[in-house]
Every structure is written in structure tokens, then in C-alpha cells.
């Protein structure tokens, strides 16, 4: 059984992974009335045994728009002529999709704003102020 690897400590058995093919849409004259180029891949997120909880919530919050209700997530490839160039170009968005989603978050760096910043905006706080008090009409003598 092959297996599919997306991180140095993840790899998926292809049985994980099924395939549907489709007619695809757009240009392509007869090709596209007649023959079923589109590829489906979709892959059993709620139910894979591959993926720990952590991973499998990780996944499905990051790629809720390619998840459906039954927790299938899909990726479909319809960008080439053949059923076979279609099902490696799905196959390696998938494992695109997921490396990114398992991708851990940034560690964020705390940052300060710089003193020279902070006098430069203060500034022109007190200039545009000015503008605006030259502008008003001077106050009337009764």
C-alpha cells in the first residue's frame, strides 16, 4: 500500500483518498462534451485514522470552505486535457492544502512603536490644529 507523505512525521495511505471524474467546464470544443477530464479528490477528514483530533481540528478550521457537512474535504483539478494529468495536479494541491493547514502559527514578536514615530505624529497633530485655528473666523469685538 502507497502512501502519501506530507510532513516528515505524516504520511496518509492512498486508500484514504478517493477519486471521481467529472465533465469539466469551459473551453475545448468536443473534447469537453464527450469526455469526463475533471478530477475529484476527496478525502474522509472526520474519519481518517491517520490524523490526530489535534490535527484534524487544525485542518478543518483552516480549510472549512473545502470541507462539506459529512466532513469530506475536496480538492478538483480540471486544468488539463487528461484524467491523469488532472488526478497528480489534484493530488498535489492536496498535499499543498494540507502542509499549509498543519502549518504551525508564527510566533508572534511584541513590537513597540518608536519614539520618533510617536513625536512625528504628535506633531502634525499640533500643526493641523494650527491650520485650523488660522482658519476660523477671528473673534468679533461687540
Known amino acids: 500500500m502507497a502512501t502519501i507523505e506530507i510532513a516528515p512525521d505524516l504520511a496518509l495511505p492512498e486508500d484514504e ?4 471524474a467529472s465533465r469539466s467546464s469551459g473551453p475545448g470544443g ?16 472526520a474519519g481518517s ?4 483530533p489535534a490535527q484534524r481540528e487544525r485542518v478543518a478550521s483552516r480549510l472549512s470552505t473545502r470541507i ?10 480540471q486544468r488539463h486535457r487528461t484524467q491523469a494529468a488532472n488526478r497528480e495536479a489534484a493530488l498535489e ?3 499543498e492544502l494540507l502542509r499549509a493547514a498543519l502549518q504551525p502559527d508564527a510566533e508572534r514578536v511584541p513590537t513597540r512603536v518608536p ?10 497633530k499640533l500643526a493641523r490644529g494650527r491650520r485650523k485655528r488660522e482658519r476660523a473666523a477671528p473673534p468679533s469685538e461687540d
Not at 483518498?17 to 471521481?20: A, K, Q, V
Not at 469526455?35 to 478525502?43: E, I, S, Y
Not at 462539506?68 to 483539478?77: D, E, P, S
Not at 519614539?115 to 502634525?124: D, F, G, T
Request: hydrophobic share 45%; proline share 2%.
Open 30 to 45: 468536443q473534447n469537453v462534451n464527450k469526455l469526463a477530464t475533471r478530477m475529484t479528490l476527496r478525502f474522509d477528514l
Open 93 to 95: 494541491r492536496f498535499v
Open 17 to 20: 483518498i478517493s477519486f471521481g
Open 49 to 52: 485514522p491517520s490524523l490526530t
Open 68 to 77: 462539506n457537512r459529512a466532513g469530506i474535504l475536496q480538492v478538483t483539478a
Open 115 to 124: 519614539a520618533a514615530v510617536r513625536r512625528r505624529r504628535l506633531s502634525e
